[in-house]
């Protein structure tokens, strides 16, 4: 077999350098396979030869230790140990220590390392670890909506392959035959799509855009101070940041920043799109001091953000809190204190019982209001707090 498909490879390459017209494109391609057959019968006939060599070497060792050693009757000598001969309590809490890099390396040992180092149970201490304070709900729905394109994508491509190489996607891969002839590397088989150890390479490699929200936008821009904003993230590992991609403004185009850190991004803390008004529900609660966040946008044509702020006393009110009624008006303060006195920006007042989007193309529309419950929650925006006031 092999004798005839270098007989017929030089028969191909004799006569091409006596033509002077070049060869129909399926020729080129018979050449280009009967090439990889030939280097993969090479390889597998040295690896055979390697393997012939090594054990007629420990053949071999094994009669010269035989000779030399007393006979020993009833004892049983183990010839060769693996990790997997390890109870699979102790194989379990060595993988389970393994870290992302050494565990996914360990997944291309052997098809039960594999099987096993893929295992959800494993990848899922390093997803919350690492990925757990970004990702939402809302960023896993998009996930399985990202492994469902790409597979639909991929049975697209599968499709549209033609010549030869279509043709034998049936016997070999058409990814296995373009990795020959561009990196001469087989590649190893990937993780399931689905599996948390794909979710996690994904964001890893910064394939995968996933939303979140990033404080102070667009590097801390005076006019985005103290607001949070949805965008799409892309990791980058070599710096331990973030791509940031906010969707247009108005006429404005989509804006990219980078080198967003880790402490700038937040899951959402509540679905509500950022074109669409949050409800709110917290208005009968809200007092004198309380920490909120309201969404604020400049037009009708712009996403929501969200804007730190607390609430005020009314006009007419003191601030004394023996004597504040302001809790139970129809009307609630909002302070926005990074603002210096008599700034615009400074307050506003929205009605407590019939609160819909409120403003002008002047001002700004505010919308929904949600109130801070938590420490964390105000602490972060302590530390976002800015070194000078705003006009």
Same mark, same amino acid.
């Given at each position: ?6 007989s017929c490879?030089?028969?191909?390459i004799? !006569? ?5 017209l ?9 050449i280009?396979?009967? =090439?990889?057959?030939l280097?993969e019968? +090479?390889?597998?006939?040295?690896r ?5 060599? *090594?054990s007629?070497?420990? /053949?071999?060792?094994?009669?010269v230790?035989k000779? !030399?050693?007393?006979?020993v ?14 109870p699979?309590l102790?194989?379990?809490? &060595? ?5 992302? !890099? +050494?565990?996914?390396n360990? +997944?291309?040992?052997c ?10 149970h494993?990848?899922k201490?390093?997803?919350s670890?690492?990925?757990g304070?970004?990702m939402s709900p809302?960023?896993?729905r998009?996930?399985?909506?990202f &492994?469902?394109?790409?597979r639909d994508?991929?049975a697209?491509?599968?499709?549209? $392959?033609?010549g030869?190489l ?8 058409? /990814? ?5 002839i561009? $990196?001469g590397v087989?590649?190893r ?11 996690y390479?994904?964001l ?8 979140a929200?990033?404080y ?10 103290? /607001?949070c ?6 990791y ?10 906010y969707?247009?403004?108005? #006429?404005r ?8 850190k ?5 899951p ?13 529900d ?9 920490h &909120?966040? &309201?969404?604020?946008?400049r037009?009708?044509? *712009?996403?929501? =953000?969200?804007w730190?702020?607390?609430?005020g ?5 003191d601030g004394n ?6 809790? $139970? !008006?129809?009307?609630?303060m ?14 506003? +007042?929205?009605?407590?019982?019939d609160?819909?989007?409120e ?7 505010? =919308?929904?209001? #949600? ?7 105000r602490?972060?925006?302590?530390q ?8």
């Open positions: 077999m092999l004798f005839f498909l270098i490879l030089s028969f191909l004799l !006569s091409n350098s006596f033509s002077l070049p060869f129909p494109s399926w020729v080129n391609e018979m280009l396979l009967l =090439g990889l057959l280097r019968l +090479a390889c597998a006939f040295v055979q030869l390697s393997v012939l060599r *090594f007629s070497t420990m /053949s071999f060792k094994k009669n230790e000779k !030399s050693l007393p006979k009757e009833n004892v049983e000598v183990s010839e060769e140990f693996t990790i997997l001969d390890l699979e102790a194989l379990e809490s &060595i993988l389970g220590k393994l870290p992302p !890099s +050494a565990l996914y360990m +997944a291309c040992v098809r039960s390392l594999r099987d096993r180092c893929r295992s959800d494993l990848w201490k390093h997803m670890e690492k990925w304070r970004v809302t960023a896993y998009e996930w399985q909506w &492994i469902a394109t790409r994508l991929g697209l491509d599968v499709r549209k $392959s033609r030869w279509g043709s034998l996607s049936c016997m070999w891969r058409v /990814s296995w035959l373009k990795s020959k561009n $990196s087989k590649p088989s990937s993780s399931p799509a689905d599996s948390i150890m794909a979710c390479l994904s890893e490699s910064g394939k995968f855009w996933f939303p929200q990033v102070n936008r667009e590097y801390g821009h005076v006019g985005f101070m103290l /607001s904003y949805d965008a799409d993230l892309s980058d590992s070599c710096t331990d940041t973030f791509h940031a991609r969707p247009p403004h108005g #006429r185009n989509m804006v990219i920043e980078e080198g967003v880790w402490e700038r991004l937040r959402p803390p509540v679905s509500t799109p950022a074109h669409e008004l949050h409800v709110s917290c208005l009968d609660d809200l007092r004198p001091g309380d &909120i966040e &309201i969404q604020w946008r037009s009708k044509e *712009f996403p929501y =953000g969200w730190y702020g607390v609430v006393h009314l006009e007419l009110c809190r023996n004597l504040c009624y302001c809790h $139970s !008006s129809d009307t609630v909002l302070e926005f204190n990074q603002y210096t006195p008599g700034s615009r920006w400074r307050r506003t +007042a929205v009605n407590r019982k609160h819909q989007e403003g002008n193309e002047t001002n700004g529309f505010y =919308g929904g209001i #949600r109130k801070l419950h938590t420490k964390e929650e602490a972060m925006w302590k976002l707090w800015p070194t000078h006031v705003l006009e």
